[in-house]
């Protein structure tokens, strides 16, 4: 009996179910088929009723090791699997097992071997990985163009770090310059506080000789007034005869005899009698070193007591007085054609001396003072005779000036309300 053929299936049948094998498989994409998701119980050859026709071993032979079959349903589905051809099946008839294969050697009995068919998805998943290597690649590339950047970047950081490195030793150098010319102003400091301390005490001892030499001025000060009143203290009992003729011949004057001349004044001019032997006159001599011929030196006469001077003073004053109320008792005559004469009741000196009958003193006292008090007196005299002349009663005693009992002195005369000029 020639054996079965094979049943190859109808060529329409399989072209519908590709059809449909193919719009299925656009609707849902069959997952890749990798040795971790092949179920090895599915395949056919693992059933233990399969035999493989020559044919499968021959496609199985020629066929690629990538374009064996793969992806297998279930066993349970087995069957369906065998009816509906695919990429990876060629349906075969259901023969029983353990018939004997009767291959007839004739070409004519030869098998039509299919060429053998690639699957789409799996070609699709091959450029889907090319794709994503492609992919790959270029972010490769991409991230060797970073690394590049990052290695440029990173060379010029080390030549940046260099420079620095650089500056910092240069600062560094700089920093240990200062510390150094710190540490030499730390010692100059120390120096100057040293001599700023040394400082400090010269000038509290300055300070302290300050005061005293202050102190001891302030007393100075007073010494000069002490001076001036025992110098007018030691000419208390002196009096100034002024009007005396001096001799012209210098060994005259060296032989004049002062203290004579004045007692011979008491006596004739001032009617004092027994001046000779009442009055003791202790010294009697001219008052200054140079002679002058145009005027007098006056002479200073220092009586042995006090009363004394007070009683010549007393009469001196006395005898100007009788001088001045016979002045004014006495009416003077008027020289016509005189420049000054009508209206004037004053006369000239020489008319004067012609016509009073009480005769003008021809010396004049005064007290002696020191050469400091006669000028404060000097200056106060202007004020004293202003203020006679408005009447008021004026008057000199030492350095101070009395007007109507009002004590003034060079400070304050100017209140009193006369001119001192």
């Known amino acids: 009996m020639p054996p079965k053929k094979k049943d190859m299936g109808d060529p329409k049948k399989e072209n519908i179910n590709s059809v449909k094998s193919s719009g299925k498989n656009k609707k849902r994409k ?85 060429p053998p068919t690639y699957n789409e998805n799996f070609q699709k998943s091959v450029l889907d990985q090319l794709r994503s290597l492609d992919t790959r690649l270029n972010k490769l590339d991409s991230i060797e163009t970073q690394l590049s950047n990052l290695t440029m970047k990173l060379s010029n950081m080390d030549v940046r770090v260099t420079s620095l490195e650089g500056t910092v030793r240069k600062v560094d150098s700089r920093v240990t310059d200062v ?62 005869f002024h009007g005396f003729p001096e001799e012209p011949s210098p060994a005259a004057r060296r032989s004049e005899n002062c203290a004579k001349t004045v007692l011979d004044h008491l006596v004739n001019s001032l009617e004092i009698p027994h001046a000779h032997d009442l009055i003791k006159i202790e010294r009697a001599h001219r008052l200054g070193a140079k002679y002058d011929v145009t005027k007098a030196r006056p002479i200073v006469v220092m009586f042995n007591h006090y009363p004394d001077k007070m009683l010549v003073k007393q009469k001196a004053q006395e005898a100007w007085k009788k001088f001045n109320d016979s002045r004014k008792s006495f009416s003077y005559p008027k020289a016509p054609g005189a420049r000054g004469a009508e209206g004037s009741d004053t006369p000239d000196a020489n008319s004067m001396d012609e ?61 009193s309300g006369f001119d001192i000029s």
């Open 355 to 415: 016509t009073v009958p009480v005769q003008k003193p021809t010396i004049s006292v005064s007290d002696q003072f020191p050469k400091t008090v006669q000028a404060r007196r000097k200056s106060l005299l202007p004020a004293m005779i202003n203020a006679k002349k408005s009447g008021k009663s004026a008057y000199l005693s030492y350095d101070k000036l009395y007007i109507d009992n009002k004590m003034y002195t060079t400070h304050t005369v100017s209140s």
């Open 179 to 240: 510390e150094s010319s710190r540490a030499f102003d730390s010692q100059t400091c120390e120096e100057l506080k040293l001599k700023n301390t040394e400082l400090d005490k010269a000038l509290q001892a300055e300070r302290r000789r300050i005061a005293e030499l202050t102190s001891e001025y302030e007393s100075l000060r007073e010494v000069p007034d002490d001076i001036e009143d025992l110098r007018s203290r030691s000419m208390r009992c002196n009096l100034l």
């Open 30 to 114: 069959n997952p890749l088929v990798s040795p971790d998701n092949l179920n090895l119980d599915s395949l056919p050859e693992k059933r233990s009723d399969y035999r493989a026709s020559p044919c499968e071993t021959m496609a199985s032979q020629s066929q690629p090791v990538y374009m064996q079959p793969m992806n297998m349903s279930s066993m349970s589905n087995m069957n369906n699997y065998q009816s509906q051809p695919g990429a990876f099946y060629t349906p075969q008839q259901n023969i029983p097992p353990n018939t004997p294969y009767h291959i007839n050697t004739s070409p004519q009995m030869q098998p039509n071997i299919p």
